[in-house]
């Protein structure tokens, strides 16, 4: 097993940034890929950056690319999300997910089989 745990969010202004992150904990050494996901109210969960966890690969969602950038410190076994330009429809819970998967499938949320609790991410117009 591996437990995720969040923290960083919080309520921010428009263009302001944030840097969300998730600590893991217990079998890491199985971990292949970790992501964040976020869900806001009345919609379904979306993918929102992924991060090999032992390569430089990483993929975006298209509304995130070159605003959010995924990162990760193996030493610390803590995987980051630095949010910057931040708009309101970033408004969101946040959630951290990895996968001892192996496969191509980064965006799909099934193919992620631990998560975190979320953090809530509300960013004020």
């Known amino acids: 097993q591996v437990q995720l745990v969040e923290s960083g969010g919080g309520l921010v202004q428009s263009g302001d940034s944030l840097r969300l992150s998730c600590a893991a904990s217990?079998?890491?050494?199985?971990?292949?890929?970790m992501g964040w996901f976020r869900q806001a109210p009345g919609k379904e969960r979306e993918f929102v950056a992924a991060?090999?966890?032992?390569?430089?690969?990483?993929r975006y969602a298209d509304s995130v690319k070159g605003r959010f950038t995924i990162s990760r410190d193996n030493a610390k076994n803590t995987v980051y999300l630095q949010m910057n330009s931040l708009e309101p429809e970033d408004t969101a819970t946040y959630y951290c997910a990895a996968t001892s998967r192996t496969g191509a499938s980064w965006s799909l949320a099934s193919f992620y089989n631990y998560w975190g609790q979320g953090t809530q991410v509300t960013v004020s117009s």
């Open positions: 991060i090999s966890w032992s390569g430089p690969s990483t």
């Open positions: 217990g079998r890491t050494f199985s971990v292949y890929i």
